[in-house]
């Protein structure tokens, strides 16, 4: 079978499950690292013609990481696409069994087991209320019904604009600070945020620098993800509460 990904984090899951079937994977598709295949433009701007000319038995996508007139044009070429939707971790789990098992034809994988089992028994790490900015210039911040709320929220961590109406909303930076939160939680992707580039907008809060493949990444990287991430919070905590 020949398989094309549009989306990083099923080429990591199709590349760790059966490395022979990807023929193809966007620019932004870093893992694993090493990976050989033809690249076929970014996840908003695939190059579609060059996906046909892989003769793909299936394009895997996902519906917020792709556009839908790049998905109705591999269509119209006779192409069979599965597009995943990700709003929180149980559907990730259940979207990469429906991808590798139903979409690849494959065994289904023991670290997505793994993964299962890792999660289902996570302790929170602590009680705390967070903004999470994934964007600056200007401010984006998670809102409702994501992925990575749903991850922080089994680790005890409350998103501050889940009942927001959007799910991405951009809230200006005074009403960040103002927004009652007791914790900043700083992904370094999709904005690479870092020591010098983001806590400093937050003075007052305590902030937590996250591995953003951990957060927002669903595939193997799911069996590591509780410990990265709640190591990075519990860092936090204990810096701005020593002896918590």
């Known amino acids: 079978m020949r398989v094309v990904s549009l989306v990083p984090s099923l080429t990591e899951a199709v590349a760790a499950t059966a490395p022979g079937l990807l023929v193809g994977a966007t620019d932004w598709c870093s893992r694993p690292a090493g990976l050989d295949v033809v690249r076929v433009g970014g996840t908003k701007n695939p190059d579609v013609a060059a996906v046909a000319a892989l003769r793909p038995d299936l394009v895997v996508a996902n519906e917020e990481e792709n556009r839908e007139p790049d998905l109705a044009a591999l269509r119209a070429a006779g192409i069979e696409v599965m597009v995943t939707e990700v709003r929180g971790l149980d559907q990730a789990l259940s979207e990469l069994e429906r ?22 028994s996570v302790e929170p790490v602590a009680g705390a209320r967070a903004v ?8 984006m911040v998670l809102g409702r019904d994501t992925f990575a709320g749903d991850l922080l929220a089994r680790l ?3 998103n501050v604009y889940a009942g927001h109406a959007d799910r ?23 904005y690479a945020f870092g020591p010098d580039d983001g806590p400093e907008a937050f003075p007052s809060l305590p902030a937590a620098l996250v591995d953003g493949r951990s957060l927002t990444w669903y595939g193997p990287s799911l069996v590591d993800a509780p410990g990265v991430l709640s190591a990075a919070l519990r860092a ?5 509460h020593p002896g918590r």
């Open 99 to 120: 991808v590798l098992v139903d979409g690849c034809g494959l065994a289904r994988p023991r670290w997505l087991d793994e993964a299962r089992r890792v999660w289902s």
């Open 132 to 139: 999470v900015p994934i964007w600056r210039r200007p401010w």
């Open 156 to 158: 005890g961590v409350a």
């Open 168 to 190: 991405y909303p951009r809230i200006p930076l005074d009403e960040l600070r103002g927004s009652g939160a007791d914790l900043v939680v700083l992904p370094d992707e999709p």
């Open 236 to 240: 936090a905590l204990r810096a701005a």
